[in-house]
C-alpha cells in the first residue's frame, strides 16, 4: 500500500498533522496503537505555563527566549512559534471544535482537584480564569451526579472558598443512572456521558439542578455532559441559565475524547485513513538512506510505503519510548534521543518534584528530522510529545508543543 505520508501515532499532533497535510491534497495514512493522551486531557492545550526553573509564565511567546537551546520551542524559533500558535484557533474552529486563547497570555484553569494551571487555548465547554487567584464569584453551588466518585466537590469547595466565593455543595438524583450506579466501576464520565446525551435525559438533569438553586450567581458542575457532541454542554448552560462552569472530572475526559473523535472524523472526512488499534513495528530503507516503508502487525507481510514518514508515537506513557533498567529507546526507528546523562539524574525520588524522564525524546533538527545512529534521515520526522528536550509536565507545554510541531512538519512536507 502506498501513501504520500505515513503518521505513526493517532493523538493530538498526529491528527494536526494528517488534517493539516490531506487538507493541502496529500494521501495519508495514520496508524495508531490505542488511546492518546487527549483521553486524559484537562480540556485545555498549554502552550509554556513555567520556565525549567521554575519561574511563572506570563506571556509564553515572550519567554521562550529564556527558555535553552535544545527546547523544541527554541529549536523551531520564537517566530515560528508565534505564527503557527495564532493559526491554531482557527484551525480548530475549521476542524469543529471551538477553542478561545492568546499566545502571548496565559489564563488559569482548574483541575479536577481545585488546583490552578496556566493555559492557552481552552475547549468552550471550560471557563478560563483571568489570574490564578480569581474567584469564580460570590455565592457558588457545586453540584454532583449521585454515585460518581470521580469529581471531588470538597476538594472544588475547599478551593473556590480560599479566593472567596462560598460554597454549597448537592448532588442530583436520575433514574437513567440507576443501572450505571449498581456497579461504581461503570460510574465512569464516560458511560455517564452516554446516558446524558441522550435526548431527554440532559433537560432532566438540567431542571433537577435547576432546582437546587439558592439564589447562588455560579454552577459548578463536572464535565460529562457532550461525548459525541459539544452542542449538549451550550443547550444544558441555556436551560439552566445561572452561569455555569463545567470542571474537568478525573480521568476518563469526556471533552478529551470528544475533541480525538471530532479530530480524525476530519481527517477521515478530507480522505485521510486511519488504522486505529495497530502497532508499527519495523521500518526499512532505501539505498539513500531514507524511509522506504514500514511493516505493522496487522498489515503482517504487507508493507506500507510512502514518501515520508511522521513519527507522532507519544512518549512513554504511549510507548513512543520504552525504557529498560539500562536504556531508553525509541522501538520503531531507534531514533537517536536527547536524554539525561547518569541513570541517577533520569527521575528524582520524590515523586512531585521535577521528573527528567518526562523531557528524554527525539533529537531533532530546525526541520523536525529525526536521525538514526547520528545521521539525519531526509523523510522522517518527529512532532509532539516524542520530540525531547521538554518537559510538557513540569512546565506546562505539552498541547503547545504537539500542535506546532504537527503544523511545522505539515509546512515543510508541503514545501519539498
Ligand atoms: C495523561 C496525560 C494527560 C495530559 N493532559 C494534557 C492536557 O490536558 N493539556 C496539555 O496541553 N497537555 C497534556 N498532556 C501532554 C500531552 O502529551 C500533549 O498534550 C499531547 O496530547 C501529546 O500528543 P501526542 O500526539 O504527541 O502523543 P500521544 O497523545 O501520546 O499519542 C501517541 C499515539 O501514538 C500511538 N503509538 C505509539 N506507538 C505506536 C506504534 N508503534 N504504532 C502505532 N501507534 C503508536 C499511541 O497509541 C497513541 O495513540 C498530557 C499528557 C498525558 C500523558
Not at 493539516?20 to 495514512?29: E, F, V
Request: glycine residues 10%.
Amino acid at each position: 500500500m502506498k501513501f504520500d505520508t505515513i503518521i505513526i501515532g493517532g493523538g493530538l499532533s498526529g491528527l494536526v498533522c494528517g488534517i493539516r497535510l490531506q487538507k493541502a491534497g496529500r494521501k495519508c495514512a495514520i496508524v495508531s496503537a490505542g488511546q492518546s493522551a487527549m483521553h486524559f486531557s484537562s480540556g485545555t492545550f498549554d502552550l509554556l505555563g513555567r520556565l525549567p526553573d521554575g519561574t511563572p509564565v506570563d506571556d509564553p511567546i515572550e519567554a521562550i527566549s529564556k527558555l535553552d537551546g535544545g527546547h523544541p520551542y527554541s529549536i523551531l524559533g520564537a517566530d515560528s512559534v508565534e505564527k503557527y500558535a495564532a493559526e491554531a484557533e482557527d484551525f480548530f474552529a475549521g476542524c469543529g471544535i471551538k477553542v478561545s486563547g492568546n499566545a502571548h497570555k496565559n489564563t488559569w484553569r482548574v483541575t479536577p482537584t481545585g488546583e490552578r494551571k496556566p493555559s492557552w487555548l481552552t475547549i468552550s465547554d471550560f471557563t478560563p480564569l483571568e489570574a490564578k487567584d480569581s474567584a469564580i464569584g460570590s455565592k457558588a453551588l457545586i453540584v454532583n451526579i449521585l454515585g460518581y466518585l470521580d469529581f471531588n466537590t470538597r476538594f472544588l469547595a475547599d478551593s473556590f472558598e480560599r479566593q472567596g466565593t462560598s460554597c454549597r455543595i448537592e448532588s442530583i438524583k436520575l433514574d437513567e443512572m440507576e443501572r450505571l450506579r449498581k456497579n461504581p466501576s461503570e460510574m465512569r464520565a464516560t458511560n455517564i456521558a452516554r446516558v446524558m446525551d441522550r435526548d431527554g435525559v440532559w433537560e432532566k438533569a438540567a431542571a433537577k439542578v435547576k432546582e437546587k438553586l439558592q439564589g447562588e450567581d455560579v454552577l459548578v458542575l463536572p464535565a460529562v455532559f457532550g461525548l459525541k457532541d459539544a452542542s449538549v454542554v451550550e443547550k444544558m448552560r441555556e436551560a439552566i441559565g445561572v452561569r455555569t462552569m463545567f470542571i474537568a472530572t478525573m480521568p476518563p475526559s469526556v471533552p478529551g475524547i470528544r475533541s480525538q473523535l471530532t479530530l480524525r472524523a476530519e481527517f477521515e472526512k478530507a480522505g485521510g485513513r486511519f488504522f486505529l488499534g495497530d502497532t508499527v513495528v519495523d521500518a526499512d530503507y532505501n539505498e539513500d538512506g531514507t524511509v522506504k516503508s514500514i511493516g505493522t502487525v496487522n498489515f503482517g507481510d504487507i508493507r506500507l510505503y510512502a514518501d515520508d514518514f511522521v513519527l507522532a508515537s507519544g512518549s512513554f506513557f504511549s510507548k513512543g519510548l520504552i525504557a529498560t533498567p539500562e536504556k531508553v529507546c525509541e522501538p520503531v526507528f531507534g531514533a537517536d534521543l536527547t536524554i539525561a546523562e547518569g541513570r541517577d539524574n533520569w527521575f528524582d525520588r520524590n515523586f512531585w518534584k521535577r521528573q527528567n524522564y518526562i523531557s528524554f525524546g527525539a533529537t531533532v533538527s530546525s526541520s523536525l528530522n529525526v536521525s538514526v545512529e547520528g545521521r539525519e534521515i531526509a523523510n522522517l520526522y518527529a512532532i509532539g510529545s516524542l520530540v525531547g528536550g521538554c518537559n510538557a509536565l513540569y512546565e506546562g507545554c505539552g498541547g503547545g508543543v504537539a500542535i506546532i510541531t504537527a503544523m511545522k512538519a505539515a509546512d515543510v512536507i508541503l514545501e519539498k
